[in-house]
């Protein structure tokens, strides 16, 4: 894609012409690699659902959404990683806008990405494939590091925007959908999450195909095994997650990222992991308490004290590494996580429980509360 530019190369030679841009282009920064065994593979496209009518949409168009995914790469087989934008330009121009950062802010992260690997990729199949649902009103990119360290330990992790939903996502050759105000105009939530449900089912269609695979994936000799994945989410994108378990047999299991339910109103046979915060549980969270019996498998809900909400996105890692802050009126949506922390303990648990639903392993730090993570309450 596009806005998967590589470092070398970018900066010009001639030193007169590197510092008068240097004074117009903010430095790189890089967010860390992250430690898991595999390097990853960063890749995304547009895919149309020609059977599904959007619902936002004035003009009767086809539902079409854009994905990325975090693909693992063994370490042997990665012959560059590259630096890589973290969001391309319009969204990054616009996203400085909604949190009120000096312009330029989005458009200076970088990821660290494999861009080229020795022989064919492994195959799909290899990989439990992972789906991630962002916030309301936010672009998918606010879940890339959370992503990509989830990859690194050998997920196929794709992150879905919901167009009309997400504040801005932006197609291939520059063509761009703004959101439509949906919280303000129109609320209703049961329709934002039946709309990203259906987006997930589509993505799990669309990933069984091989040739839509190959795109994604270039190399790729098979499909994903669609048949058993897990969805992840941030706020709205969490209920979209557990939502989703109801009727979406191929999702084993889900986890929301402190998000109020909307639409769990039936039994699930399937695992649920809850993340909330010190005052976010349970016992004030209604649509927890109310959908908790309705869990018929594997539940459990840790409250993490020092998170705010947008703790649980990149937000923390971004503010810390770019010496940014927040709006006043904004600040304790973050919390007093430290940034790097936040990160470890999001991808701690989220690795843990998917590691749990998709291979069968033990996790031992799901069943109770470890040294290593004070910051961690069991409910
Ligand atoms: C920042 O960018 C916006 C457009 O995204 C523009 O309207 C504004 O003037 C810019 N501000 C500065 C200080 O350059
Ligand atoms: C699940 O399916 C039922 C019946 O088929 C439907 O009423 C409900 O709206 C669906 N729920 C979601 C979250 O899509
Ligand atoms: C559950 O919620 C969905 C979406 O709001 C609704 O269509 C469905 O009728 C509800 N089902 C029950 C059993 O209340
Ligand atoms: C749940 O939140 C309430 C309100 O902030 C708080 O008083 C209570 O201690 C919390 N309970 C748990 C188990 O964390």
Redesign the pocket.
Known sequence: MAWITSAPGRWPLNLGVLVAISLLVQADILIPKPAGQYETYLNAMELVDTSRKDPYATDGSDRAIMISMFYPISSQDCLKTSLVDYMPAKTAAFEDNVFSFPNGSFESFRLQTCTEHRNAVQDPRHFPLVLFSPGFGGPRFLGNAISQSIASTGYAVVLIDHPYDANIVEFPGGRVIYGANLAQDSPDPQKVVATRTADMSFVLDQLSDVSVVRQLIPGARCAFNTEKAAAVGHSIGGATAVAALQNESRLVGGVDMDGTFFSVNSTIERPVLVL?R???????ETTWRDAWSLVRSWKEEL?IVGFGHFAYCDAPILLELGGLSLPAALKPFVGTIEGHRALEIVTTYVKAFLGFVLRREQEKILEGPSDKFPEV?F?
């Open positions: 909330g010190e005052d976010h549980n349970r016992s004030t409250d309450r409910y």
